[in-house]
């Protein structure tokens, strides 16, 4: 039976912990990346009194800085990880289920050269494998998301695919399927939404700075709203750390002690003109490390790098070093990029939290699998801590973390997140949607409801109810309206312009928009929540830091 929603609460400007305090809860998620996000979904569908806290805004750690793939996991054989990789393609199809409208098929085009270390037989080997365990991929899905299995194409057939390719050496290349995520930070903040409309609670900018255990095993757990000051304490009867690679050490800040280390891996990506056709290559670097170049909102994507991180997780940077090298190797491996620095629009990093690191493999080679931890044996019962997981996965992990909470708590609460699926999704093909869409809104531009529908799902309609005229153009050749921009900015718990730039619409995800375009939109985020003129300035110098130092992070002359 699929539980039923309640009215969603309004979202207040007033910044006012109260409305957190009063009742007691019967948990509290501390991290709104997507391990939280997911893990509020699953508990307000079960029916539990939950609040997640994040002391930034959601999605603004590892969830916003992702290849932007939902995937098997391929790689994940060569470590015989079958487990993992059945799980993985299980979840992507589920996910394809829950939200159509956050993923898309794309096709992978892997060369094949002379000397590889994964020849045609062995690669191909590989891939048989994959679609025998994807056996059920296209089940209960719609047809534009039904995913072909591999096949293998000869060298000259593969050039003419994707003519930059470096043609020495090469033997063919496989073509095989996984889907794309074009902006997984949103998708995200949808399941914190969905939560949030049957009775879950969801608080941005809000640190957790500590908790006890009193005798009747209740936390009392001390936040603080980092925008206000305001501070308030807390009741939970438990807690689950979802922090990612800040996890072990708010374990030990919580606890006083770190049960498992984590090792955080450092991927780097960026954003460039395109430079490939239809289809994502999978390159490999001499050290057997992989490259994708990924198509991507008129862009190419191309990352990841895989390089142990041993700062804290607050001080992640991008240096030029960093970003010259992935320029040299895609020019390398791909010679028909010809790719320059003026040729980065945008670049972003981000921390994979890694569960008990081998000191002898590089972070590349170890394992993606997670563990949950109860730290029942050091006398706090109730609490634990997550560890590991992949953005594919999330939902599952979500599902057996509460499975622990509920038993903990002594109720009898099943997960039906694999059945349920996100408010803005419930529909088969986009194109489905489309038509309806266009049939409810005949005096709509059809190009403004296929925008809308593919970045929004079936919350699109409320979208068009509002009818704006005009739209704002990306340098990617992307429209953006005034109505969508109205709708995020007052239901999805917007603060600070970069929350609606990064982690809600994409508008500046694919590079900088011009001058002209972000002061028309600072000026209509300013009307919508009160800001004044030393505010509206404040948004546009902050959009002009975070786009000069590249994007994502910080940049830096040398690592």
Not at 201 to 225: C, I, L
Not at 265 to 275: A, D, E
Request: glycine fraction near 10%; charged fraction near 25%.
């Amino acid at each position: 039976m699929k539980a039923q929603p309640t009215s969603a609460p309004p979202f207040s400007k007033r910044r006012d912990l109260s409305p957190l305090t009063a009742p007691t809860h019967d948990l509290i998620i501390v991290g709104g990346g997507i391990t939280g996000a997911t893990l509020l979904w699953d508990a307000s569908l079960r029916g539990l009194k939950a609040v997640l806290l994040e002391k930034n805004d959601y999605a603004s750690g590892t969830s916003q800085a992702t290849s932007k793939l939902i995937h098997g996991g391929l790689r994940y054989l060569k470590n015989g990880e079958f487990g993992l990789v059945r799980e993985s393609l299980r979840e992507r199809r589920l996910l394809a289920r829950m939200a159509p409208h956050g993923v898309r098929p794309v096709s992978f085009l892997m060369p094949i050269y002379s000397g590889a270390r994964f020849g045609r037989w062995l690669m191909g080997l590989a891939l048989w494998i994959y679609d025998l365990l994807s056996f059920d991929r296209n089940r209960g899905l719609g047809r534009d998301h039904r995913l072909p299995g591999a096949r293998y194409i000869g060298a000259a057939e593969a050039l003419a695919e994707e003519p930059g390719l470096d043609a020495r050496g090469l033997k063919g290349a496989y073509i095989y399927y996984d889907y794309a995520n074009t902006n997984p930070e949103r998708l995200c903040v949808e399941y914190i939404q969905g939560a949030r409309a049957h009775g879950g609670q969801a608080r941005n900018y809000t640190k957790v700075r500590g908790f006890k255990k009193d005798p009747s095993g209740f936390y009392n757990v001390n936040v603080e709203d980092t925008l206000s000051g305001e501070r308030a304490v807390l009741r939970a009867r438990t807690v689950v750390n979802a922090t990612g690679p800040w996890a072990d050490g708010l374990e030990q800040i919580l606890t006083g002690r770190i049960e498992k280390h984590i090792v955080r891996s450092k991927g780097i990506h960026l954003v460039t003109r395109s430079v490939t056709n239809n289809r994502t290559v999978v390159l490999m670097r001499p050290d057997h490390t992989h490259l994708f170049i990924i198509p991507w909102r008129g862009r190419s994507l191309i990352g990841t790098t895989d390089t142990a991180f041993r700062n804290g997780p607050d001080r992640l940077h991008i240096s030029e070093d960093e970003i010259e090298a992935i320029i040299a190797d895609i020019n390398s491996l791909f010679p028909g990029a010809g790719l320059q620095r003026s040729d980065v629009y945008y670049s972003y990093a981000g921390l994979r939290p890694l569960v008990g690191g081998d000191a002898k493999k590089s972070t590349y080679d170890q394992s993606r699998r997670n563990e949950v931890i109860e730290h029942g044996q050091n006398g706090f019962e109730g609490f634990f801590t997550v560890l590991g997981g992949k953005y594919t996965t999330s939902r599952l992990l979500a599902e057996q973390v509460l499975d622990r909470v509920v038993t903990r708590l002594g109720k009898h609460a099943h997960s039906v997140t694999d059945s349920n699926p996100l408010p803005a999704g419930g529909f088969g093909s986009r194109f489905e949607l489309q038509a309806q869409l266009c049939a409810r809104f005949p005096k709509q531009d059809a190009r403004k409801i296929r925008a809308l529908a593919q970045r929004y799902g079936r919350e699109a309609e409320n979208i068009l109810r509002r009818s704006q005229k005009g739209s704002w153009k990306l340098p990617n050749g992307e429209e953006f309206y005034p109505e969508e921009i109205d709708h995020i900015v007052l239901n999805e718990q917007v603060e600070q312009i970069g929350d609606l730039y990064f982690r809600r619409s994409g508008l500046g995800t694919a590079g900088p928009p011009s001058e002209t375009v972000n002061r028309e939109i600072v000026r209509r985020v300013a009307k919508l929540l009160g800001w004044g003129r030393s505010e509206q300035k404040k948004a546009l110098q902050e959009l002009y830091e975070r786009f000069a130092t590249g994007g994502g992070v910080p940049s830096r002359t040398t690592a």
